[in-house]
């Protein structure tokens, strides 16, 4: 309890502090509170920074994924030529084969509907 004092002595101490006094032309004496302008001006730059931080987190993400991406394709084993040309060759084939038995299932029911 003895600090929860110490503390409460001190805030106004630095509230004080944080007020100026100015005079203008007529010597009339004038008590502003400079904190609020500080908030103001602070509350500007913590934007800015976050926005920087923001710019500085995706662009460090995008580089990391681009390099685990890069060392990913540095672990593929890719085929040579002639196993893709195989390969490619086999599909082709599949696809005359299905294609030609589409064809033909399609002229029968075209027959069939036709006797009708």
Do not use: C, H, R
Not at 24 to 50: C, H, I, L, Y
Not at 79 to 102: D, Q, R, Y
């Amino acid at each position: 309890m003895a600090e929860d004092q110490i503390v409460e002595k001190e805030e106004p101490q630095a509230e004080q502090a944080e007020k100026a006094v100015e005079t203008n032309d007529k010597n009339e004496t004038k008590v502003s509170n400079v904190s609020a302008s500080k908030d103001k001006s602070s509350k500007k730059v913590d934007k800015k920074k976050d926005k920087k931080d923001k710019k500085e987190k995706k662009t460090k993400k995008l580089a990391k994924t681009l390099k685990e991406t890069g060392s990913e394709l540095k672990k593929v084993t890719w085929p040579s030529f002639k196993e893709v040309s195989k390969k490619t060759g086999v599909v082709l084939a599949v696809v005359i084969v299905f294609a030609a038995v589409l064809l033909l299932i399609d002229y029968l029911l075209g027959l069939l509907f036709g006797l009708l």
